[in-house]
């Protein structure tokens, strides 16, 4: 390797700039095409800028690549671009040397090829893997004067000297390393130029290189920053915002290929919302599920909607053969969802598409392969398990794969009960009687059998709330018919147990659901809703389902599979002396996911 790179390099020398020129850029071009270093460098670019579209990331991109290519054949050529290099901000380099920092942006080794030129500079330096290759680049280095240490006891020496000694803080974080932000990420950051800093009693000046024209640059050197009284974190901090906004600006001189976001302690969640309100209740109860992990979460929730019926279908038969990255989806998404889905999708960044339902269970397997972002699925998607990295299915769906979660009813979470449950006191002006509660939805199959049984079991609770002293509080729901919400209003408005009644769909309130249960001693719920039932299930409370008309399979199938937690009633509805136990199913649920979800954790 060393023999064939210096006769490359005799012959690179001799070669006209403007071919020189096209070398760089083709080998930037075969970089470019190397599918995982473009698809790790577009994930890097996608998620440092969200707000730019999947056409802009794909441009800085390219030129990126090309830029890297022309940076090669830069450190070759060194000897005939020096007078091209121009250094702005070297007045601000004092004379007892200091700690110069960079990162892996522009041509780094020409950079400070030229600047050892004229200042007593030196890098500490890893082993190539290739011998000869290392061997190589170290020649080109002591050809510039560059000291090279391969040891921190000769960089000491340097320090000793007053030299300038360059260290990156891009890369190479320790395990110890501190978290500081970058591009609005949590990024463990490198701190060896601090503690050389400390240790020596040096200033910091940070170096940024940027590409004007061919083989024209400058090389921009910043004020020094002084470390005494300081925290490394500041520190940190202040040196990834000035290479923060270096990026803003010059954003293709930046080797994103490098995994600077790997450890990262941040993730982006994003929710695919189908409309439905019990949908996006299960999506964001996973997401509290994971927001109970180590790490910090930002969250966006998008509605999708399709052009039409016939690129649902297509979105479907797509997906079954997406795998876990392909890029070419954000050609294909625009032509299946609308340009307002589109637009929005577009400028996210996500580690993890979360969906409920079967409806936009492909768009979140071809956006999240887009992204190469994790996948997780909630109830059954009309496709394979296999193809998401998380699927989490109702036992009533009767399916499963490997690494499935099976849970029981649908996903659900408890959130700021407390505060609920003290404005829904505050709002009814509730008393402190002992209460129960009861929720209604709708009728499945037979309304009149369902109005009939409603009809008995309201006299038979009106009658159970006198004589054991409990207040009532009453919610229906969307699905709930006029003629029940009739019968309600006449049996319960002059009802002298009654503390609330609600009529979801004459208006509703968010604190509802939540105060009702919280401040009962006993929930009634219809049997007929399986998102009721498992709802109420997070509570602990004894809670008892009542069936109003006869279940079909999979509502049968549901409610033996909760019936350890739930008593089940049915006519002639004899509840004077009803008793519940069982613990829930709100715990077995999240024992189930809190352990599943470590996997779509992992980078």
């Known amino acids: 390797m060393y023999i064939i790179a210096k006769y490359l390099r005799k012959i690179i020398l001799r070669l006209p700039l403007l071919v020189v020129f096209d070398l760089g850029r083709l080998i930037g071009i075969l970089f470019y095409i190397n599918t995982k270093k473009r698809r790790v460098a577009f994930r890097n670019l996608k998620l440092a800028f969200p707000e730019k579209s999947g056409k802009e990331i794909n441009l800085i991109l390219k030129k990126s690549f090309i830029n890297f290519g022309l940076n090669i054949i830069g450190i070759l050529i060194g000897p005939r671009i020096y007078e091209n290099v121009v250094i702005k901000g070297e007045e601000n380099i004092g004379d007892d040397g200091g700690v110069f920092v960079s990162i892996h942006a522009g041509n780094w080794e020409l950079a400070i090829s030229q600047f050892s030129r004229n200042h007593n500079f030196a890098i500490l330096v890893d082993k190539q893997k290739n011998k000869g290759l290392d061997k190589f680049l170290n ?87 002084e470390v005494s009284g300081k925290e490394d974190i500041e520190i940190l901090s202040f040196l990834n915002k000035i290479y923060e906004d270096y990026l803003r600006k010059y954003p293709c001189e930046y080797y994103w290929y490098y995994k600077r976001f790997k450890r990262r302690v941040s993730r982006n969640v994003l929710i695919l919302s189908d409309s439905k309100l019990g949908h996006l209740k299960q999506s964001k109860a996973l997401l509290s599920f994971l927001l109970e992990e180590d790490y910090e979460f930002r969250s966006e929730i998008v509605e999708v909607k399709y052009k039409d019926k016939f690129r649902r279908i297509l979105a479907n038969v797509l997906a079954l053969f997406a795998g876990r990255n392909c890029l070419v989806y954000s050609k294909i998404l625009p032509f299946l969802v609308d340009k307002e889905t589109w637009n929005k999708l577009d400028r996210i960044w996500a580690d993890i598409v979360i969906s409920t339902g079967s409806f936009i269970a492909p768009a979140n397997k071809l956006f999240s392969s887009y992204l190469g972002a994790k996948s997780a699925t909630i109830l059954r998607p009309n496709m394979p398990l296999s193809k998401f990295d998380l699927a989490i299915i109702p036992e009533h769906d009767r399916v499963s794969s490997e690494d499935t979660v099976i849970i029981k009813g649908a996903l659900v979470y408890r959130n700021n009960v407390e505060d609920k449950v003290r404005e829904c006191k505050d709002f009814f002006k509730l008393s402190e009687n002992k209460k129960i509660c009861l929720f209604l939805g709708g009728p499945g199959f037979d309304t009149k059998e369902f109005i009939n049984n409603l009809r008995d079991f309201i006299y038979k609770l009106k009658d159970f709330s006198l004589n054991k002293g409990y207040k009532l509080l009453v919610s229906t729901s969307r699905r709930t018919p006029k003629e029940v919400e009739l019968f309600l209003k006449k049996e319960l408005n002059d009802f002298k147990n009654n503390e609330g009644l609600v009529i979801v769909n004459e208006g509703n309130h968010d604190f509802v659901f939540e105060g009702f249960i919280g401040l009962s001693d006993m929930v009634f719920v219809s049997s007929e809703s399986i ?40 006519s002639p509805y004899e509840i004077e002396e009803i008793k519940c136990q069982g613990d829930g199913i709100f715990e077995q649920n999240r024992k189930l996911v809190k352990k599943a979800i470590k996997k779509i954790l992992e980078v």
């Not at 000793?160 to 803080?169: A, S």
């Not at 050389?196 to 920053?225: D, M, Q, T, W």
């Not at 399979?553 to 009633?569: A, Q, T, W, Y």
């Open 531 to 570: 998102s009721m039932v498992s709802e109420i299930g997070v509570f602990n409370k004894p809670c008892f389902c009542v069936s109003l008309e006869s279940e079909d399979e999979k509502r049968k199938i549901f409610l033996e599979s909760v019936g350890d937690s739930f008593v089940f009633i049915k």
């Open 139 to 225: 020649e080109i280095r002591a050809e510039a004067d560059t000291k090279v240490c391969f040891s921190l006891k000769e960089l000491i020496t340097c320090f000793k000297k007053d030299y300038l000694v360059g260290v990156v803080v891009d890369h190479g974080a320790e395990d110890n390393a501190l978290v500081a932000d970058f591009f609005s990420q949590k990024i463990p950051t490198p701190k060896g130029a601090v503690y050389l800093a400390k240790k020596f009693n040096k200033k910091i000046y940070p170096g940024f290189f940027i590409r004007k024209r061919i083989f024209s640059c400058e090389l921009h050197v910043g004020s020094p920053i």
